[in-house]
């Protein structure tokens, strides 16, 4: 049985480019507390809170309840769930979860693959952060979910497999004239720009092609809080930031300052972010409402 293919295979019920990462997260979840014990059970009654703050952190505005993962994941044949009646889930109701006392774990075959084949377990965590989240959240996701992630290759999934288009970075930083889009940061050390990354506004991992209309050159830190949902890009190419951001340094409060100025560039004669790739990114990923814009 390949079980990078079938851990690749998650993305399968996810449709029109609808963020739906409840089992890859559960599954995260799952690979991690196999790594501090491998023959332990996951109580639904006992980490109920902790996937609900993975999904309320990681997931889209429209949250789910932990259920619904805990008992459909069932069905990718990677989990299993067992109650004080014996095996099988009662289904996604939170209150049967809870007083059957129900309890899931990787399943036997799995749990013996990953037995045998340590590495396993950080090549099936690297399709699932790749798969479903840009790349970066994938340190802090690791740290969320407690996983030490082994430094392993994921190999070659299938014939028809996306490849990145290497050349993504310096084209979108050279349509943008190596500035941040949002607060026009341009350091150097020397001819070499720091801290400047090509941002996907639709993520490559919900089929975002590497094009210059998908493509942001972004800060470091405004980079994280777009692919967080702090910032977006509204109508008029302007700058949104959530009213869930919240923050008193002066540098929180500069974030708070970009609501409603215009995004900068890109130089004259490239074409700017394509409405469909903003309205993605703002259904998909922005958090909650936009702030008013702010008067200086």
Not at 102 to 128: C, W, Y
């Amino acid at each position: 049985m390949d079980w990078i293919e079938r851990t690749a295979q998650l993305r399968q019920w996810t449709r029109s480019g609808v963020r739906a990462p409840h089992k890859p997260l559960l599954f995260l979840y799952a690979l991690s507390r196999f790594q501090q014990d491998a023959d332990g059970e996951l109580r639904y009654s006992a980490v109920e809170q902790d996937l609900r703050r993975l999904l309320a952190e990681y997931g889209p505005g429209n949250r789910t309840t932990p259920a619904y993962p805990f008992h459909h994941l069932v069905s990718d044949g990677v989990w299993e769930v067992r109650t004080e009646r014996g095996t099988g889930s009662p289904g996604t109701g939170v209150r049967e979860l809870r007083a059957t006392g129900a309890a899931g774990r990787l399943t036997p075959d799995l749990r013996a693959a990953l037995r045998r084949e340590p590495s396993l377990l950080g090549r099936m965590t690297r399709v699932l952060l790749d798969l479903n989240f840009p790349p970066s959240l994938h340190g802090e996701l690791c740290e969320a979910v407690d996983l030490e992630l082994e430094e392993a290759e994921t190999g070659r999934l299938s014939a028809a497999r996306r490849q990145r288009d290497r050349r993504m970075r310096k084209i979108v930083l050279t349509a943008y004239e190596y500035q941040c889009a949002f607060c026009g940061y341009d350091g150097r050390i020397g001819a070499v720009p720091v801290g400047l990354e090509a941002a996907h506004v639709r993520w490559w991992a919900f089929d975002g092609p590497d094009d210059i209309d998908n493509g942001l050159c972004l800060c470091s830190l405004h980079h994280k809080l777009f692919d967080k949902g702090v910032l977006g890009i509204g109508d008029g190419h302007r700058i949104l930031v959530s009213q869930s951001f919240v923050g008193r340094s002066a540098a929180a409060r500069d974030v708070i300052t970009l609501a409603g100025r215009p995004v900068i560039g890109p130089q004259p004669g490239v074409r700017p972010i394509a409405a469909a790739h903003r309205s993605w990114h703002t259904s998909q990923v922005f958090h909650g409402s936009p702030r008013p814009a702010v008067t200086v």
